[in-house]
């Protein structure tokens, strides 16, 4: 059975994760979700995966237009799994409802806890730290390949009402709070114009103009441009030079180029 993995990172943390599932699970494709909104997927896969982080206590904007548009077959076997620093609130439930517009629904959605990195709630912790999640995310992911391997492994969304009433929310709340918080992003003194900010953007929300990035308005909040600058140069706000940055050590830059630059402008 074909199996295509889609995924969405700014740190690399559910970039990881896309990567050990397709191992684990003997050779899955793995496919950015910037090409698959460029239409560069190929053919539809009969079991398809769904990885990206938690944002606001649902999936990012860039997720709920991809599946909203996504190759979809009769019949696939839709799994998603979801990084997050905390809770995942109503994900799985607003994916499971954008899947059922569609005539499809979520067989089955994970959890894994990763590190915490957002930068205006303090960004991420320091090494030691990181490393002790890292080392339970592990453990996570091998438990989520082998529910895989026993396919059509179902796991059911959460029932609360009330939980995902309020998780949905605080999700729209965050949506609507952060459109346009670009506005706080600035390079400091550091910055020499490499560039690295606007290749790793995965809407291509950032340019260059004098040497300098600039940010355009459309940001999907995934603090790639912060925490992949080599000189540590992007801020957001008065209060991040100090931050630690952090990317997920089974990422490299050249994976997130690779996943940055979509030609997609959100509306």
């Given at each position: 059975?074909?199996?295509?993995?889609y995924w969405?990172?700014?740190?690399?943390?559910?970039?990881?994760?896309?990567?050990a599932?397709?191992?684990?699970?003997?050779?899955?494709?793995?496919?950015?979700?910037?090409?698959?909104l460029?239409?560069?997927?190929g053919?539809?896969a009969?079991?398809?995966?769904?990885?990206?982080p938690?944002?606001g206590?649902?999936?990012?904007?860039?997720?709920k237009?991809?599946?909203?548009?996504?190759p979809l077959?009769?019949?696939?076997?839709v799994?998603?799994?979801?990084?997050?620093?905390g809770?995942?609130g109503?994900?799985?439930?607003?994916?499971?409802?954008?899947?059922r517009?569609?005539?499809?629904?979520?067989?089955?959605?994970?959890?894994?806890?990763?590190?915490d990195?957002?930068?205006?709630?303090?960004?991420?912790?320091?090494?030691?730290?990181?490393?002790?999640?890292?080392?339970?995310?592990?453990?996570?992911?091998?438990?989520?390949?082998?529910?895989?391997?026993?396919?059509p492994?179902?796991?059911?969304?959460?029932r609360?009402?009330?939980?995902?009433?309020?998780?949905?929310?605080?999700?729209w709340?965050?949506?609507r709070a952060?459109?346009g918080?670009d506005?706080k992003?600035?390079?400091?003194?550091?910055?020499?114009?490499?560039?690295v900010?606007?290749?790793?953007?995965?809407?291509?929300?950032?340019?260059?103009?004098?040497?300098?990035?600039?940010?355009?308005?459309?940001?999907?909040?995934?603090?790639?441009c912060?925490?992949?600058?080599?000189?540590?140069?992007?801020?957001?706000?008065?209060?991040t030079?100090?931050?630690?940055?952090?990317?997920?050590?089974?990422?490299?830059?050249?994976d997130?180029?690779?996943?940055?630059?979509?030609?997609?402008?959100?509306?």
């Open positions: 059975m074909a199996t295509r993995i969405f990172s700014g740190t690399g943390n559910s970039f990881a994760v896309a990567k599932l397709r191992d684990g699970l003997g050779g899955a494709e793995l496919v950015a979700v910037v090409q698959g460029a239409g560069e997927d053919a539809p009969e079991r398809i995966g769904l990885v990206f938690v944002y206590l649902g999936p990012p904007g860039i997720m237009r991809f599946i909203a548009r996504m077959p009769a019949g696939a076997y799994f998603a799994v979801a990084t997050c620093g809770m995942m109503a994900t799985m439930a607003i994916v499971n409802d954008l899947l517009k569609r005539g499809s629904a979520l067989a089955a959605g994970f959890g894994v806890k990763m590190v990195n957002y930068p205006p709630f303090g960004g991420a912790p320091g090494r030691a730290s990181q490393q002790r999640t890292l080392e339970k995310a592990d453990a996570a992911i091998a438990a989520i390949i082998e529910r895989l391997k026993t396919w492994a179902v796991t059911g969304i959460p609360n009402p009330l939980w995902r009433i309020a998780s949905r929310c605080v999700h709340t965050f949506v952060f459109s918080a506005r992003f600035h390079a400091d003194g550091k910055c020499d114009g490499c560039g900010c606007a290749k790793v953007c995965p809407v291509a929300n950032i340019e260059l103009a004098g040497g300098a990035p600039h940010w355009l308005g459309h940001c999907e909040q995934c603090y790639a912060f925490h992949w600058c080599p000189k540590q140069a992007i801020q957001y706000g008065r209060r030079a100090r931050q630690v940055r952090y990317h997920h050590p089974a990422a490299t830059l050249a997130m180029r690779r996943a940055g630059a979509s030609p997609e402008t959100p509306a």
